[in-house]
């Protein structure tokens, strides 16, 4: 394990910001990451802990220590004849482990596919897509509480998951690091195709049988369709929240905006698509030098090469100002501003 100096972070971020990281270590075992967290050249020293990059936008260099997550592998640590529970490390890329499932016919992640990031991301914000979130597969991660060293468990009610929420982004923000998540998955799938576009597109491929193989091969070509690659252009996927609104505020919108869509929360309050609320603002397909907004999908902010953090986040900002004005709700963002 070697501390290094003045390293580019440009590969560490999906948004591809030029940015620097003044020390920077990779750790891919629980003692590594233990050994760096003691090392006394580092105690008093900024940290910011890295996952798979997707979800961060780096607005200026870091003079700190950036720690790089890559503890890996997963294991079946349980099974009976309903479910099975597999362990992960925290560094194990999300997608590679949502396509071990699905081969091994283990359903539960199957709406979740291509999502980027790591494992150990996934909890902090409670990842969803296409009507599934990762609570619902959720069983325990283990976390290095940085004060003490300790390693504690947080199951299902702990980590206080909420819509693209958790304890990790409140109360225990900056306390704790994820080492390794555990999920309970299904031998006998239900299927969730109602969301979104699942149920056209499953007609378009053809399929006949429902299968949780047919449920990821259908939501990869959605987001391959809509969402822009990283590895072409820079970006984080969804850069904002869908919000949730009062019902009351909602039935007022609709009566001014009749082909406003929405999705029922509970008996008070209902979500609203922020990327129409982006796209009625006229906000879709602009670009302003080397950023932008995509032009397939208004919720995608991208940095089309030589963008920097501060364009992208003066952008957001201009769009939320816009959306709150036309609309009268308050965007907020998913991505994390460092």
């Known amino acids: 394990m070697i501390v290094q100096k003045d390293v580019q972070l440009k590969p560490y971020n999906t948004f591809g910001i030029e940015a620097t990281a003044k020390y920077f270590v990779e750790v891919s075992s629980i003692e590594q990451l233990k050994e760096i967290l003691q090392n006394p050249d580092y105690q ?14 780096l607005t200026k260099d ?5 720690i790089k997550i890559a503890i890996k592998g997963f294991e079946v ?16 890329v999300w997608h590679d482990l949502v396509m071990h ?14 999502i980027p990031g790591t494992v150990g991301a996934a909890p902090m914000q409670n990842i969803g897509a296409y009507g599934v979130e990762i609570k619902e597969v959720f069983e325990e991660l283990e976390a290095l509480e940085i004060e003490t ?18 304890i990790f982004k409140h109360e225990a923000k900056g306390k704790y690091i994820i080492l ?3 999920f309970k998955l299904n031998k006998k799938p239900t299927f969730h195709v109602e969301y979104g576009a699942i149920k056209d597109t499953l007609a378009e491929m053809g399929v006949t049988e429902m299968s949780i193989k047919a449920i990821s091969d259908a939501v990869i070509h959605i987001r391959q369709s809509k969402l822009p ?23 007022a919108l609709k009566a001014q905006f009749p082909t406003i869509p929405s999705y029922p929360v509970n008996e008070t309050t209902t979500k609203v698509p922020a ?9 879709k397909g602009q670009r302003f030098g080397n950023v932008g907004v995509h032009a397939k999908q208004a919720l995608v902010l991208v940095n089309y090469g030589g963008g920097k953090g501060e364009e992208i986040k003066d952008l957001s900002q201009k769009i939320q100002a816009s959306v709150k004005e036309k609309f009268g709700i308050q965007l907020s963002a998913e991505v994390n501003f460092i």
């Open 44 to 57: 008093s020293t900024e940290r910011l802990i890295l996952g798979g990059g997707s979800n961060m936008l």
């Open 62 to 66: 870091f003079e700190g220590l950036v």
């Open 77 to 92: 640590v349980k099974e009976n004849e309903d479910n099975i529970w597999i362990k992960a490390g925290a560094g194990v």
């Open 101 to 114: 499932c699905v081969n091994q016919n283990y359903a539960g992640m199957e709406n979740l596919s291509l």
């Open 149 to 166: 060293g300790e390693i504690r468990t947080f199951d299902k009610a702990t980590c206080n998951f909420g819509y693209r929420e958790s």
């Open 180 to 182: 390794n998540v555990t």
């Open 229 to 251: 690659n990283p590895a072409e252009i820079g970006n984080a996927g969804s850069f904002f929240k869908n919000p949730e609104i009062p019902n009351t505020q909602f039935e």
């Open 275 to 283: 990327g129409w609320l982006i796209e009625q603002a006229g906000w």
